[in-house]
């Protein structure tokens, strides 16, 4: 059934997610703050700025005009980095039809604005904070290993949404599926949320390596001991562990660690190679999510009592100053250990 599917936000993401709905013949409108963009989008049938290459179907119309954008659509794609979510949800909740599913696409931690002490939150509770009583079951978060590049080229996809709605998940599951796109449902919201989040850390972490000229065992010791430090904050969060070696864990961290197209693998490439923090985040000319999320997962870590040794030390790298190298130095000096602590073990085999 043709569906009336309005983005908020027209980065490489949203414009790939575009395409493919389009493809499955469903009426596709994406708000756009830059002229140029929605231009291109409308006569040139191309996302230059941040999808260039992708021809973009007729039934997808692009504007400026927000309200024209949300009018008469069935679900929303808040396609907009985790940093402005908050704002684009007080922004366009006014005129969003009632009781239809929010998409929330960002892979992030956002900072609590306006508190005297430091304060971050999932995009879930965000959005709980931000819509009426009564309403929290409309969200739902869409993640996994998907490089918009490759998604926008109809290269084999697969994606996994959650819920606290299970129908809603599976509304946005169907609306998704073809036969480039296959997509799951999971009940745990938390723990998808944070595989995608801080996998954002470990690629900045893996890509800073690179950088220095260390090899694929480095690499490998990072996404693996990085896999460990995101099982555990996660289960102290509430997340299930075993949603960690699914897409929006063990997937999306091999292709955040591995692939070219990750922005925050380049930016920590440029890092590594001498480059400053904003001189690599410049570099890359699109959001790097894990500088962000580093500095808030660094937070939640202290808050939960949980050791992550890469996010620390990664931490150190992009706000202190530290020698890369040094910091890479540290990690390998550290304390003989188990491979897994007894206390994980005896929560994983419950």
């Given at each position: 059934?043709?569906?009336?599917?309005?983005?908020v936000?027209?980065?490489?993401?949203?414009t790939?997610?575009?395409?493919?709905?389009?493809k499955?013949g469903?009426i596709?409108?994406?708000?756009?703050?830059?002229?140029?963009?929605?231009?291109?989008?409308?006569?040139?049938?191309?996302?230059r700025?941040?999808?260039?290459g992708?021809?973009?179907?007729?039934?997808?119309?692009?504007?400026?005009?927000?309200?024209a954008?949300?009018?008469n659509?069935q679900v929303?794609?808040?396609?907009?980095?985790s940093?402005?979510?908050?704002?684009?949800?007080?922004?366009?909740?006014?005129?969003?039809?009632?009781?239809?599913?929010?998409?929330?696409?960002?892979?992030?931690i956002?900072?609590?604005?306006?508190?005297?002490?430091?304060?971050?939150?999932r995009?879930q509770?965000?959005?709980t904070?931000?819509v009426?009583?009564g309403?929290?079951?409309?969200?739902v978060v869409?993640?996994?290993?998907?490089?918009?590049?490759?998604?926008g080229?109809?290269?084999?996809?697969?994606?996994?949404?959650?819920?606290p709605?299970?129908?809603?998940a599976e509304y946005?599951?169907n609306?998704?599926?073809?036969?480039?796109?296959?997509?799951?449902?999971?009940?745990?919201?938390?723990?998808?949320?944070?595989?995608?989040?801080?996998?954002?850390i470990?690629?900045l972490s893996?890509?800073?390596?690179?950088?220095l000229?260390?090899?694929?065992?480095t690499?490998?010791?990072?996404?693996?001991?990085?896999?460990?430090?995101?099982?555990?904050?996660?289960?102290?969060?509430?997340?299930?562990?075993?949603?960690?070696?699914g897409?929006?864990?063990?997937?999306?961290?091999?292709?955040t660690c591995?692939?070219?197209?990750?922005r925050?693998?380049?930016a920590?490439?440029?890092?590594?190679?001498?480059?400053?923090?904003?001189e690599?985040?410049?570099?890359?000319?699109?959001v790097?999510?894990?500088?962000?999320?580093t500095k808030?997962?660094?937070?939640?870590?202290a808050?939960?009592q949980?050791?992550?040794?890469i996010t620390?030390?990664?931490?150190q790298v992009l706000?202190?100053?530290?020698?890369?190298r040094?910091?890479?130095?540290?990690?390998?000096?550290?304390?003989?250990?188990?491979?897994?602590e007894?206390?994980?073990?005896?929560?994983?085999?419950?």
């Amino acid at each position: 059934m043709q569906q009336t599917v309005a983005i908020v936000g027209a980065g490489s993401w949203g414009t790939a997610l575009a395409v493919q709905l389009a493809k499955k013949g469903h009426i596709v409108k994406i708000w756009a703050r830059d002229d140029r963009v929605v231009n291109d989008i409308n006569n040139l049938r191309e996302n230059r700025s941040y999808l260039p290459g992708v021809t973009i179907p007729e039934n997808v119309k692009c504007s400026a005009d927000i309200v024209a954008v949300l009018a008469n659509c069935q679900v929303v794609l808040y396609g907009v980095p985790s940093h402005a979510f908050r704002d684009m949800l007080k922004i366009t909740l006014p005129f969003v039809p009632k009781n239809i599913p929010l998409v929330n696409l960002a892979k992030g931690i956002a900072a609590v604005k306006d508190q005297k002490e430091p304060n971050f939150k999932r995009m879930q509770e965000v959005f709980t904070e931000e819509v009426a009583a009564g309403e929290q079951h409309r969200y739902v978060v869409l993640s996994g290993p998907s490089h918009a590049e490759e998604v926008g080229r109809d290269i084999p996809t697969a994606l996994v949404v959650a819920s606290p709605d299970i129908k809603r998940a599976e509304y946005v599951q169907n609306l998704f599926m073809s036969a480039n796109l296959r997509v799951y449902t999971n009940p745990d919201v938390v723990g998808v949320e944070l595989g995608g989040a801080l996998k954002n850390i470990i690629a900045l972490s893996a890509g800073i390596a690179e950088g220095l000229g260390f090899g694929d065992n480095t690499k490998a010791a990072l996404m693996t001991r990085g896999l460990a430090e995101i099982i555990r904050l996660g289960m102290a969060m509430g997340a299930a562990p075993l949603t960690f070696a699914g897409l929006t864990g063990v997937g999306d961290l091999i292709v955040t660690c591995s692939s070219m197209y990750s922005r925050n693998r380049r930016a920590g490439i440029a890092i590594g190679k001498g480059q400053t923090v904003a001189e690599a985040v410049k570099s890359v000319r699109m959001v790097v999510e894990g500088v962000r999320t580093t500095k808030a997962v660094r937070w939640l870590a202290a808050r939960y009592q949980v050791e992550m040794p890469i996010t620390e030390q990664t931490y150190q790298v992009l706000f202190n100053n530290f020698s890369p190298r040094q910091a890479v130095m540290n990690l390998m000096g550290r304390s003989s250990k188990p491979e897994m602590e007894e206390v994980a073990l005896l929560k994983w085999s419950r």
